[in-house]
């Protein structure tokens, strides 16, 4: 049981995380990481590919959102693409599917026009 | 050590509840012929501003007993199952400003708990340099809060666990507080009920080693910690007691994530019609009709990231807006430090609301009633007080945040359980009504019944005989007389705590002390010595007026009397409290 985790970019500005395998609270810790140091670097437009991921828990689930907090609050976002079904039902069961923006693709997610909002911060 | 383990055999089990029932259906069947004959033929209709608020008081006694009747009406017995291979669990020691002399201990039994894939982490929301030394002394990892937390609500010890739980990966938590000392085997014991995949918390009793003798605080609880823990257990509705209990990670991190769903539903909803609202209609007429289909598409079910782009697009694109509207779209929860909020942080008794929680989204809980923690109890009035006042806050905070009556998802007998327990702490009030009649009646001799007579004593002793009994019987024959004599002498407490969550006074978690503070604590029972004196000099006044030969009723004076002396008894439990001084720590 372990988590993949590859960093690239898209467009030059658009982070994209492609993670595999499971999301749980024991192999998530290196995700959280990644994602913290993306916030702090002010790398906030990021797209997570969750085509390779089997299986997510909650704890998985709660460290995208505290993910998404940290870039809505940049003025940036964090959208989700490839979601495979058995993963989807999770998102159904929490209600997340109301919270993400899910793409079919890696491409439409960052092709969506940022924010035209700054933040206050 | 206690006599209501696990140790009684099925089918004494079985036996005793059907005893409980047919003292239960006794007791309700007498009770409702005196309420109904106090009703119907007996309310004194000249003093109505004193007969009806009785009847009141009376009636509620009559809805709780109702209430404890259901309780105890099908009480589970649990055998432990043994647990399914050795998932991981991590102990979480919850800390303050409690010194390591408390901690100490707790924290080496923890490490002492058989359990191969444990995890012990001290929780120090104090972030205490001693303590962090204690951890590594004893083998615990030592976790604090990060820089995320400033100047954010800290949600108290809600806060304290919540923040771990981001920072720690175990498949199941063993809560502890400071100086709850737990058993090695406590997970052995436990862990297996986890077996069961809809189980998301088991809790144990919590038990204190060093009550001083005759219980002067009444902390002892072998009602609570018995019976009706067993018997919210039957009716799956036991709830978490904030330490010595087992929760299961998954479902804490699933119950934490829809609230936040929930309330970050909420907020973007609110925030559009705010900015509707405050968008002049000629100025801002294309941007209105987008928050509007924003509001429509909301309602269908999009995504609130797609609706928040959408909007945040459009106010991009709107000139002359003033900048604070767009803050309004702000829907990450800006102010709090962690978004998940796994305890619920709506209660300052986050163990109870959690647990609400977990039974409103289907999880089930068990009650295991084997002492597998032993801890400290308060040792002066003065701590006793706010731990009480503090757990009535919090219940009452949570009928009116998350009314178990309207929550959905509950069965009717959870609502009913969840809804017994707050309803209890509204007592005060009728207590008042209770304490004050006797002294009424000895001063002024108006009663609040049509007559002292043979019709009222054919109806209530019988009632009041078997009510006795049916407790008595409950509690195994512990006597209840401690706990009786606080839930009245307490009312002062139980009053405060209601109008301050409807007045919404500002309420804070209060830690409670582990030691004995010293200082006089007599001011603290003014209204309960208030009551004493004058009921014990209506009794002395009438008395005097008897003996020089009043035209007054001696059955009048003997039954206000009787009731005086038994409400003077009840009080002064806490008088004698505040008087306490041994076992004093030097």
Redesign the interface.
């Known amino acids: 049981m372990e988590l993949k985790i590859a960093r690239g970019t898209l467009n030059n500005d658009v982070e994209v995380i492609t993670l595999s395998g499971t999301m749980?609270?024991?192999t998530v810790?290196g995700l959280k990481e990644l994602l913290k140091k993306c916030v702090a670097e002010n790398s906030v437009q990021i797209v997570i590919d969750l085509d390779g991921v089997n299986f997510i828990?909650?704890?998985g689930?709660?460290s995208l959102?505290?993910a998404?907090?940290g870039c809505?609050?940049k003025g940036g976002?964090l959208?989700l693409a490839r979601i495979q079904s058995p993963v989807k039902r999770v998102f159904e069961?929490?209600?997340?599917?109301?919270?993400?923006?899910?793409y079919p693709t890696v491409e439409a997610a960052a092709r969506?026009?940022v924010?035209?909002?700054e933040s206050?911060e | 050590m206690n006599n209501w383990n696990i140790a009684q055999t099925s089918q004494r089990f079985v036996s005793r509840r059907i005893l409980f029932r047919f003292l239960a259906v006794i007791t309700g069947i007498l009770a409702l012929i005196y309420i109904y004959w106090r009703c119907t033929a007996s309310v004194n209709t000249k003093a109505l501003w004193f007969s009806i608020p009785l009847l009141a008081a009376e009636l509620y006694g009559i809805v709780d007993l109702v209430f404890f009747s259901m309780m105890i009406w099908k009480p589970v017995k649990r055998v432990p199952p043994l647990p399914e291979g050795e998932p991981t669990v991590d102990v979480f020691i919850t800390t303050y400003n409690e010194g390591r002399e408390i901690l100490e201990p707790t924290a080496r039994a923890a490490m002492d708990i058989r359990w191969a894939n444990k995890t012990v982490y001290i929780l120090d929301d104090g972030n205490r340099g001693d303590i962090s030394a204690l951890a590594e002394e004893t083998g615990c990892r030592y976790l604090t809060r990060g820089a995320e937390w400033a100047g954010k609500p800290r949600h108290a010890k809600a806060g304290n666990v919540n923040n771990a739980l981001m920072q720690t990966a175990g498949e199941y938590i063993l809560i502890l507080d400071t100086d709850q000392i737990p058993d090695p085997e406590i997970l052995n014991r436990t862990i297996g009920y986890f077996n069961d995949p809809e189980v998301a918390l088991v809790q144990t009793p919590q038990y204190f080693y060093n009550i001083p003798p005759g219980d002067p605080f009444g902390v002892d609880a072998p009602l609570f910690y018995g019976p009706i823990m067993q018997g919210k257990d039957g009716w799956n509705a036991a709830f978490f007691c904030g330490s010595n209990g087992i929760l299961r990670r998954e479902a804490l991190m699933q119950a934490g994530l829809v609230r936040y769903v929930e309330a970050t539903g909420m907020r973007l909803r609110a925030n559009l019609k705010s900015l509707l609202r405050r968008l002049d209609k000629d100025r801002f007429l294309p941007l209105r009709a987008q928050i509007k289909e924003a509001l429509h598409k909301l309602s269908k079910g999009e995504a609130f990231e797609t609706v928040c782009d959408d909007i945040r697009s459009a106010l991009g694109e709107t000139v002359g807006l003033p900048d604070d509207m767009k803050e309004d779209l702000n829907i990450t929860l800006r102010e709090e430090a962690i978004p998940v909020q796994a305890l619920s942080t709506l209660s300052i008794t986050e163990d109870m609301a959690s647990a609400l929680y977990l039974h409103s989204r289907g999880w089930k809980s068990v009650y295991h009633p084997e002492i597998l923690a032993q801890g400290l109890s308060p040792e002066d009035l003065g701590t006793m007080l706010t731990q009480r006042l503090r757990w009535a806050q919090g219940t009452i905070q949570v009928l009116r945040r998350e009314n178990p009556l309207t929550l959905k998802g509950l069965t009717i007998p959870q609502r009913l359980m969840y809804f017994a327990s707050i309803y209890s702490y509204f007592s005060g009030f009728f207590t008042v009504i209770i304490l004050s009649a006797p002294v009424i009646y000895l001063f002024t001799n108006i009663a609040p019944v049509a007559a002292w007579s043979f019709d009222f004593f054919i109806r209530f002793i019988p009632f009041f005989v078997a009510n006795k009994i049916m407790f008595r019987v409950v509690n195994r024959g512990i006597p209840l007389w401690r706990g009786e004599q606080y839930s009245v002498a307490l009312f002062p407490v139980w009053i405060r705590a209601v109008v301050s969550v409807y007045a919404n006074t500002k309420i804070t978690f209060k830690v409670t002390p582990k030691q004995r503070q010293s200082g006089n604590f007599l001011p603290l029972v003014w209204p309960q010595m208030l009551f004493i004196a004058a009921t014990g000099a209506g009794i002395v006044y009438q008395a005097i007026r008897l003996s020089l030969g009043a035209p007054l009723s001696i059955t009048g004076f003997t039954i206000n009397s009787i009731w005086g002396i038994y409400n003077i008894l009840s009080l002064s439990v806490i008088v004698r409290a505040a008087l306490y001084t041994g076992g004093a720590k030097k």
């Open positions: 749980n609270a024991v810790s828990d909650s704890s689930l709660s959102i505290s998404l907090k809505r609050e976002y959208r069961l929490t209600m997340l599917d109301r919270v993400f923006e899910m969506c026009p924010s035209g909002i206050a």
